[in-house]
């Protein structure tokens, strides 16, 4: 078996998708997919990627030529009709067509029945994503679960030489749960072979790398013994008082083994227990130290909480109850913590409700990053009481409360940071508009006295002097109007924040409208128009 195989574990395969016929442009250009119709002067070529397809309608004027051609599908049946069904060579190349023209199912399928047929053909095996181990090609996860199996029965050199080159294999490049299962398999391979570096390295990615928050502690255990004791050897010679009372049989095994090599499975294990139960006591003995550290307690909490899950999760729950009391230490300052956090954002920025946000579009966004902050940290401690829920049910209800107006808070004062940007937008449109105002009043043609030298009560000068003034006072008056629309536009897009501004807005359009209309009503008596300036 070759020593890569772990390379061929996590190879992933991806495929695309085909297209069957090619619509050539007059313009050159070329569309691929299938012509599912031609109507209405239109050329309908269905493309697709993956499972989604769409029409594309392209008119028959730009269309050269359509190159009509055989589905994947189509074709694939055609060459297997063609295919002697004994011929394994002939199945091989009729799946390596399959995989380039994208049909994994049929490629398989190919594959498959060249196994059957010579089931040493490396290259079906391959195409599969098999291995083979002892004469026989198994899957990746197959493969896995026989090395696991192997490790059992002590086979330890030859799955390091298979698997060894994960140290120099991008977490990222491993998949899911395969990833988890083939570092800790590595991982404890190399305590057994006592490479004690190497199976540091490897729990470090373990911690770092496993979705599974039980692996996560046990690697974060293995990596703190195999810190502390890096020569492999156990010589731990006091035991941790929350051991000998949640596991007194722990306890009675290590007063047997005061040494021992980490190479040995029981060894490693009950030195992991022990890392697991010192944490623990640690985080009793840090939290007792927190209460008398004022603001620096609601850090040290989070961390103590951290160290005791983590040490719960190793020792499988048995310290629940200890766990309990530290969160119960704890929460009473915690909660506090919280919540005049909450009061003080309060003051800036209430949870919800009609009240308007007093200040800037940069305050707002400062209380909203706060409100993340808490927002956080009440989904932080929530997950800490994962597991004790039942224990501190109240404390749970309180926080989820809390959490929940904090998520309000949040949306609120994205609402509200919309709303101020469109206040301080229609502050400098409402100083345009008044400007614009200011200047249509200054030359509104009602305001002036103009020659009449006529009887019927005509301008004399044939209305030049009153088209002037009124020109030029419906232009400012347009743009007044024009800007008032905008306005309007932004508000609307937060009509329940800006309800009154919207009304007032709109009486202002009525009157902008009536002030441009009677202008132009007294040019129409006097027989001056205004064509052009009209802006209804």
């Known amino acids: 078996m070759s020593r890569w195989l772990w390379l061929c574990i996590v190879t992933a395969v991806s495929c695309g998708a085909a297209c069957a016929d090619v619509v050539h442009l007059k313009n050159g250009d070329t569309r691929e997919g299938k012509v599912v119709a031609r109507e209405g002067g239109m050329v309908v070529l269905q493309v697709s990627s993956g499972s989604l397809k769409a029409n594309l309608r392209i008119p028959e004027a730009d269309v050269d030529r359509v190159e009509e051609k055989l589905t994947p599908a189509e074709a694939y049946a055609e060459r297997a009709a063609q295919t002697k069904t004994d011929d394994p060579e002939a ?3 009729l799946g390596v067509w399959a995989e380039e023209n994208h049909l994994p199912d049929k490629a398989t399928e190919a594959f498959e029945q060249v196994l059957k047929l010579n089931p040493n053909h490396a290259g079906a095996a391959n195409k599969l994503d098999y291995v083979r181990i002892d004469g026989k090609w198994m899957s990746k996860s197959d493969a896995l679960t026989l090395l696991e199996a192997r490790y059992k029965q002590g086979e330890f050199q030859p799955i390091y030489d298979l698997l060894s080159p994960l140290k120099d294999i991008p977490n990222e490049s491993i998949q899911g749960d395969r990833r988890d299962r083939a570092l800790m398999l590595y991982a404890r391979t190399c305590e057994r072979l006592s490479k004690w570096d190497e199976a540091l390295q490897a729990w470090r990615r373990v911690r770092q790398a496993a979705q599974d928050r039980t692996d996560q502690a046990v690697a974060t255990a293995r990596v703190a013994v195999l810190e502390k004791y890096p020569n492999g050897q156990f010589l731990c010679d006091s035991i941790p008082d929350p051991m000998r009372q949640f596991d007194p049989k722990g306890a009675a095994d290590l007063e047997q083994r005061k040494g021992g090599a980490l190479s040995d499975e029981a060894t490693m294990d009950l030195a992991t227990k022990v890392q697991a139960f010192a944490t623990l006591d640690a985080a009793k003995k840090q939290m007792d130290q927190a209460l008398d550290k004022g603001e ?4 040290a909490w989070h961390e103590t909480v951290g160290k005791v899950t983590t040490a719960d ?4 729950g048995v310290a629940k109850d200890v766990r309990v009391k530290v969160l119960e230490n704890g929460l009473a300052y915690h909660e506090g913590v919280l919540k005049n956090a909450s009061a003080q954002l309060d003051q800036k920025a209430p949870k919800g409700g009609q009240a308007r946000f007093q200040g800037s579009v940069q305050d707002a966004e400062k209380c909203l990053a706060d409100s993340k902050g808490l927002v956080d940290d009440y989904s932080r401690t929530i997950d800490y009481l994962a597991g004790v829920e039942g224990q501190l049910p109240q404390v749970v209800e ?9 998520r309000e808070r949040l949306r609120w004062l994205q609402e509200q940071i919309g709303g101020l940007e469109i206040q301080e937008r229609c502050a400098t449109w409402e100083y345009d508009y008044q400007r614009a105002m200011n200047s249509a009043n200054a030359c509104d043609p009602r305001r002036q006295e103009y020659p009449v030298e006529r009887t019927d009560g005509y ?4 209305g030049k002097s009153w088209r002037k003034h009124a020109s030029a006072c419906v232009q400012y008056a347009k743009k007044a109007h024009s800007i008032l629309e905008k306005m309007m536009r932004d508000y609307q897009r937060e009509p329940g ?3 009154a501004e919207i009304a ?12 441009m209309k009677g202008v132009a009503a007294i040019g129409d008596r006097k027989g001056v128009t205004l064509e052009g300036y009209y802006p209804w």
Request: charged fraction near 25%.
């Open 91 to 93: 199945l091989y190349a």
């Open 296 to 299: 620096e307690q609601y850090k």
């Open 313 to 316: 999760h190793v020792l499988a």
């Open 398 to 406: 309180r926080l989820r409360v809390g959490l929940g107006q904090e």
């Open 459 to 462: 301008f004399g000068d044939g």
């Open 497 to 499: 924040l800006f309800s």
């Open 504 to 515: 007032k807005t709109q009486q202002r359009l009525v009157e902008c409208d009536g002030f």
